[in-house]
C-alpha cells in the first residue's frame, strides 16, 4: 500500500517520534512502526520500560524525561495508556500528536478479568489499576488519534465480554474517550496492529495531519457507546 498523505506533509523531516510498547512485549516489538516512520523522514526512539514490575508510578516519570524535547508519540495498547497519562501528569510537555494503537483508553475489560485470578493479576502486575480504569477524558493540548482493530484474534477475549466488535484482546468501544481528534477501526487483531500497512498508513497521516482523512469509523471521535 502507498503511503497516502504523506507527500503533503510539512517539517517531518528528522521529527522525532517516540515508540511506546504495550504490555509484556519489549521494545523491540515497535521496529517495524520505526521503519515505517524511518522511510517517511521521522526520526523514531523506542522507549523501553517494565510495566509489571515497575508499574505506571516509576515509568511515567522516566517518560516524562523523554518527552521534554518536541516529540511525537506512536504508542501500542498499554504504551497508549501511559503516553496519555503521562501528559495528564506533565501538561506542559511539548508533545504534538499522540498516535494509540488498539489502547484501551476507557478501561479494559479482558484485564478486568484477567485481574480477578490470582495468576492473571500477578501477570498484570502494578499495571493492573491502569489497564482496568483507562484514563479520564482528554483536554491535553496534543491532539490524540487512535486507530482500532476489529480482527477478534487474541487471548483476551477469554478473560472478559465484550460488547461489539474487538481486536481479541480490547473492545473498539474500550478504545474511544471524549477528546480526541479522530478514530479509526481497520481489520486487524491486536498484536497485527503491530505489522498493519494500513495502521502505519494511518499513523503517518495522522502524525501529519492530525487526523486519519476519511469516514473509516461511523462512530463520532469521542464517542464511548
Known amino acids: 500500500m502507498s503511503l497516502r498523505g504523506t507527500a503533503s506533509i510539512e517539517g517531518t523531516a528528522g521529527r522525532r517520534v517516540l515508540l511506546l510498547p504495550g504490555l509484556w512485549l519489549p521494545r523491540a516489538s515497535m521496529r517495524w512502526h ?23 508510578d516509576a515509568v511515567i516519570p522516566a517518560l516524562a524525561e523523554a518527552l521534554r524535547t518536541p516529540t511525537d508519540v506512536v504508542a501500542h495498547s498499554l504504551g497508549g495508556l501511559l503516553a496519555l497519562r503521562t501528559l495528564q501528569r506533565y501538561p506542559d510537555l511539548p508533545v504534538g500528536r499522540v498516535v494509540c494503537l488498539g489502547s484501551p483508553l476507557a478501561g479494559s475489560a479482558a484485564a478486568e478479568g484477567l485481574a480477578s485470578r490470582a495468576l492473571g493479576a500477578a501477570c498484570l502486575g ?14 491535553g493540548r496534543a491532539q490524540v488519534g487512535v486507530v482500532a482493530g476489529d480482527r477478534p484474534m487474541g487471548l483476551g477475549q477469554m478473560f472478559g465480554q465484550f460488547p461489539g466488535p474487538s481486536d481479541g484482546t480490547v473492545a473498539v468501544t474500550e478504545t474511544r474517550l471524549p477528546g480526541l481528534s479522530d478514530h479509526a477501526v481497520i481489520p486487524a487483531s491486536h498484536s497485527g496492529l503491530l ?29 464511548v457507546a
Do not use: I, K, M, N
Not at 38 to 50: D, E
Not at 126 to 136: E, F, K, N
Not at 204 to 222: A, H, I, K, N, V
Open 34 to 56: 520505526a521503519h515505517r516512520l524511518r522511510q517517511a523522514g521521522y526520526a523514531p526512539h523506542l522507549f523501553g520500560y517494565a510495566p509489571v514490575t515497575r508499574g505506571p
Open 195 to 223: 505489522f498493519s500497512d494500513e495502521a502505519a498508513q494511518l499513523a503517518l497521516q495522522f502524525l501529519g495531519e492530525g487526523r486519519f482523512g476519511g469516514p473509516r469509523d461511523p462512530s463520532p471521535p469521542g464517542a
Open 126 to 139: 502494578r499495571s493492573a489499576d491502569l489497564l482496568r480504569a483507562g484514563c479520564r477524558d482528554w483536554h
